[in-house]
């Protein structure tokens, strides 16, 4: 399926990109247990370098009977974490204390439109500051609307638990 490939909004750079890297220095701190279940650091392998780099997203969502995490690229199909998940998904991640090995995987925009319905419901402080970062409205928008986020600009994220699986 083809993407259009579309960046949500400029690329965080400047102070913003600074307070978006802060959670990363936590989890260096092993304080990563202060955020709780909200956001997971992800140790993706990149694709084109080869080395480990770290990345701090929000978690909109936890299945704990599969015991799968559920993120979203804020910036789109092009940000450079998720191309790396699609180029290497197995990756180890850290949600406060715990430590996982997952198998990321793209969510079908149907399921993703449903995951950010429950997320706005769970959190509408957070999915009210998401939109203002990104330039969207996940606050009113319709299922349908939200569908074709998913599709065209706002990939949604399993991260499936090796664990769960055997």
């Given at each position: 399926m083809a993407h259009q490939n579309t960046l949500i909004a400029k690329?965080?750079?400047?102070?913003?990109?600074?307070?978006?890297?802060?959670?990363?220095?936590?989890?260096?701190?092993?304080?990563?247990?202060?955020?709780?279940?909200?956001?997971?650091?992800?140790?993706?392998?990149?694709?084109?370098?080869?080395?480990?780099?770290?990345?701090?997203?929000?978690?909109?969502?936890?299945?704990?009977?599969?015991?799968?995490?559920?993120?979203?690229?804020?910036?789109?199909?092009?940000?450079n974490w998720y191309q790396n998940l699609l180029a290497h998904p197995t990756i180890n991640i850290q949600v406060g204390w715990r430590r996982l090995k997952v198998q990321a995987e793209s969510v079908p925009p149907v399921e993703g439109a449903q995951i950010l319905v429950n997320y706005r419901q769970h959190h509408p402080l957070a999915a009210r500051e998401l939109s203002r970062l990104m330039g969207l409205d996940l606050m009113q928008s319709s299922t349908s609307a939200l569908e074709q986020m998913a599709r065209d600009s706002l990939p949604v994220i399993a991260l499936h638990s090796h664990a769960s699986a055997s």
């Open positions: 690329l965080p750079d400047g102070l913003l990109r600074a307070l978006l890297r802060l959670p990363i220095i936590l989890y260096r701190l092993h304080l990563g247990w202060l955020m709780g279940e909200r956001l997971v650091l992800l140790n993706h392998i990149g694709r084109k370098t080869g080395q480990v780099h770290q990345t701090v997203v929000e978690i909109i969502g936890h299945d704990t009977a599969s015991d799968s995490y559920y993120i979203v690229s804020g910036w789109g199909y092009k940000s």
